[in-house]
Nanobody, 126 residues
Framework: QVQLVESGGGLVQAGGSLRLSCEAS????????MGWFRQGPGKEREFVAC????????SYADSVKGRFTISRDNAKNTVYLQMNSLKPEDTAVYYC???????????????????WGQGTQVTVSS
């Protein structure tokens, strides 16, 4: 069993920054790809970013590319999402997730992940 706990969300003005953390317990994550997703009000959950098992490869949604950075510290069993130049449209609940399969593959679909955190709210005011 894996438990994922996100933190670092909050209220920020447009143009500001936040750093989200996702700490895992119950199993080491250092062989799995990890992803960040978000769900805005009245919207479906959407892909934000993902990172492979050792951090050498990443992928981003076009809407956040150049503003967000995903990283991981396997020694701490933690994944991060640095969010800069935030926009009101980034307002959402942000979730981290663990991939079903281990390896180098980067996954952008929710169905490729089997464990999810409870989410952390990010609100960007204009």
């Amino acid at each position: 069993q894996v438990q994922l706990v996100e933190s670092g969300g909050g209220l920020v003005q447009a143009g500001g920054s936040l750093r989200l953390s996702c700490e895992a317990s119950g199993r080491t994550l250092n062989v799995y790809s990890m992803g960040w997703f978000r769900q805005g009000p009245g919207k479906e959950r959407e892909f934000v970013a993902c990172i492979n098992w050792n951090g050498a490869s990443t992928s981003y949604a076009d809407s956040v590319k150049g503003r967000f950075t995903i990283s991981r510290d396997n020694a701490k069993n933690t994944v991060y999402l640095q969010m800069n130049s935030l926009k009101p449209e980034d307002t959402a609940v942000y979730y981290c997730a663990k991939s079903r399969l281990y390896g180098n593959t980067l996954y952008r679909e929710t169905g490729e992940y089997d464990y999810w955190g409870q989410g952390t709210q990010v609100t960007v005011s204009s």
